[in-house]
C-alpha cells in the first residue's frame, strides 16, 4: 500500500476527533500531505471512522487526481487540496463541526484570542469566512482568504478548519480552539472577557515556537 503510515496517521487523527466530541457519525475530515511526493491521503466522504482501515483512506495528488483507494474523498476534497496549493509550510488539515467554535461561524464573528494556549498555538484571531454552499465557487475562495497567514479558519454556518505542520498539530489546534471557544463562552456569562491584543497574541506565539521547549516548534 502507498504511504501506509500516512494514511494511519490520518485514520487515527480522524478517529479522536471523534474521541474528543469534536465530530460524530461521519463529520468532519482529516487530511495530510506527503511532504516528499506531495501526494495528499484524506477520509472518504460519509463514512464513520470506526470500521474504516488505512486502504479506506483515500490517496490523490495535489490536483485531485486518484493515486491509490477505492471510495470517494471527502466531498471537499478540492478545498483541502487549494489550502495545500496556497501554503506549502502546512501539511496537515483537520474539520471538525465542534459546538462551541462553530457558534461563532453560525454567528459569523472572528474568534478573539482569549487564552494563552489559544495564543501560543494561533497567534491571530481565527476569522470567520461567510457562508457558501459547497457547490459554489465562494465555497472555495472564501475560506482561503479568510485564512491568510492564520493557522485556523471558521466556515460560515459550518464548522471548524485547522491547520498544522503535521497531523499532531493541527489536532491540536482543533482542541485548543474549541476549548477556547468554550471558555469565552463561560467568560461571557461572567462578564466582560479580556482578550489579547495583536501584539500579545503575536508575542505568546514567538515565543512559544521559537524559545520555549525542547526543540523548535515549526
Ligand atoms: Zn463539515
Not at 491571530?124 to 469566512?129: H, M, W
Not at 503535521?166 to 469565552?184: G, P, S
Request: aromatic share 10%.
Amino acid at each position: 500500500m502507498i504511504l501506509e503510515k500516512l494514511r494511519n496517521e490520518v485514520l487515527e487523527t480522524a478517529r479522536a476527533l471523534a474521541g474528543y466530541g469534536l465530530v460524530w457519525m461521519a463529520g468532519g475530515t482529516a487530511a495530510a500531505r506527503d511532504p516528499e511526493s506531495g501526494w495528499v491521503a484524506m477520509t472518504p466522504s460519509g463514512l464513520a471512522y470506526d470500521g474504516l482501515h488505512a486502504a479506506d483512506i483515500v490517496l490523490v495528488d495535489i490536483d485531485g487526481n486518484l493515486v491509490e483507494g477505492h471510495y470517494k474523498p471527502s466531498c471537499a476534497s478540492e478545498l483541502w487540496l487549494r489550502f495545500f496549493r496556497r501554503r506549502p509550510d502546512l501539511n496537515a488539515i483537520v474539520h471538525t463541526h465542534s459546538c462551541y467554535a462553530t457558534a461563532f461561524a453560525v454567528a459569523g464573528q472572528n474568534m478573539p484570542v482569549i487564552t494563552e494556549t489559544q495564543a501560543d498555538w494561533f497567534g491571530e484571531p481565527i476569522r470567520s469566512a461567510p457562508y457558501a454552499h459547497v457547490e459554489d465557487e465562494a465555497f472555495l475562495n472564501a475560506p482561503l482568504e479568510a485564512l491568510g497567514n492564520g493557522f485556523g479558519v471558521l466556515l460560515g454556518r459550518h464548522g471548524v478548519l485547522t491547520f498544522g505542520k503535521d497531523l499532531h498539530d493541527a489536532l491540536e489546534r482543533a482542541v485548543t480552539l474549541e476549548e477556547a471557544a468554550k471558555t469565552y463562552a463561560m467568560a461571557c456569562l461572567l462578564g466582560k472577557p479580556h482578550i489579547f491584543t495583536e501584539d500579545e497574541a503575536r508575542r505568546s506565539f514567538d515565543f512559544y515556537h521559537h524559545r520555549y521547549g525542547q526543540e523548535q516548534k515549526g
